[in-house]
């Protein structure tokens, strides 16, 4: 992450840089919101914490969580249609022949003939179509530029962000402003209410949010007894690592804590695009020792997540009891300062490394698990600034803004008729674990992990991307939506980040021609535009 004090791009005379809309952030929402502030005719700057543009899209999620691809319009379709231009050119198949790629995608192929999208896509593929869309709309983006999140970092007038200003004391002065952030600090800084972690069921009652213990709905759990203390059985030895020695709550309670974050690996199995796992800096085999105990305990399903992309490349995610998902670590991370965040993000980066240097090389490792492992590396043409290793943590769930609507629950699973419909998912409600704690018994269980699916595709209400207007009634939220946390775990899709970020920018440049707070715009001025644009409202 970036330096608090500098800023590589940054000029050493701070500048007052001007524009209709600042977006913040350097997330696929991000784009695609300059996209369609620039296709309004409204002039916009970006104002990115991140170089590389695309998040997670273009930072290792290749393996798109789509659910019903249908509600997927306007220039989030556009998007994986251009992903589809670009896999049909034989240069774009280096490693491996297109006819030997499988093709399998979620639920529908990776490459779709009859609509002409792509689904499934290398990272390096997925930021060249952003970096297409900055020079073809000539968007104005500034890199490493990172909010200051002290009091001096934003000014306000009348309820209006007037400006705000970066660590490198640039200022940015607009009418509209959008947080695209994974973190949601602009909206934080701007004084709206916000929430971390997860809600009681009572709150909004629902029935999946809050602790869940017993509740299994992926294989991310220990089927089997597995001991968790350092001698097998022997309390008195202490825990193993990553392994909480706190109670897990009551059911259904709220608590702080967050679903796991991890990377979204790419992996490579060319023997000419690959690198070794390296040994991490401080590399403790111990640390795995429950991932052994798994192993011992006869579970096979390493290699369930490697997910085919392109070119003989993987995303690889979470799988399994002890995995890649570094569980419990990340509670602060919403509100961390930017030291405390690249701190976390630095240990979650050792944990994963650690963890594929330890399926590589440990005598632990079942024989048959480690040969294959010693065929996967990290791919020497992905990430090259960063030796091939993403350079965007996967924040599932940070900040969520208590905005004009929460959207919840039963709206998430299409149960609803939510008011005011700006775009629509149709995902999971999913999320991760959120703690790994011992059981009653003695034995080790993880806890959070949920997947719900809906009855149907649902529509995403225009309240949840608005701050109440007395907070802030000049800001849009494309990505820290106002939700419960289970709700969030279908929203949180990069799919429905891009079809938000339009949205989003929609309504910033018709509020600036209308002369109103984005809460006062009239509904039907803004669904009118939305459907002339493709965007998908309502099933």
Known sequence: MGSEATSADAQTVAATRKADIIVYGGTSSAVIAAVQAKKMGKSVIVVSPDKHLGGLTSGGLGFTDTGNKEVIGGLSREFYQRLYQHYQKDASWQWQKKEEYGNKGQGTPALDGANRTMWIFEPHAAEGVYEDFVKEYGLTIYRNEWLDRSAKGITKKGGSITSIRTLSGNVYEGKMFIDATYEGDLMAAAGVKFHVGREANSVYNEKWNGVQVGVFQHRHYFKDKISPYKIEGDPKSGLLPEVSALPPGKNGEGDDKIQAYCFRMCLSNHPDNRIPFPKPEGYDPNRYELYARVFKAGWRETYDKFDPIPNRKTDTNNHGPFSTDYIGKNYDYPNASYERRRQIIKEHELYQKGLMYFLQNDARVPADVQDKMKQWGLPKDEFKDNGGWPHQLYIREARRMLGEFVMTEADALGKTKVPNPIGMGSYALDSHNAQRFVTEDGYVQNEGDIGVHPDKPYSIAYGSILPKENEC???????????????????????????????????????????????????????????????????
Not at 510 to 536: C, F, G, T, W
Request: proline share 4%; glycine share 2%.
């Open 473 to 539: 009634n000049n800001l849009l939220v494309s990505v820290c939506v106002s939700s419960s946390h289970i709700a969030y775990g279908s929203i949180r899709m990069e799919p429905v980040f891009m079809i938000l970020g339009q949205s989003a920018a929609t309504a910033a440049a018709l509020a600036i021609d209308s002369k109103v707070s984005p809460q006062k715009l009239p509904y039907e001025k803004l669904k009118e535009v939305l459907l002339k644009d493709k965007q998908r409202l309502e099933w």
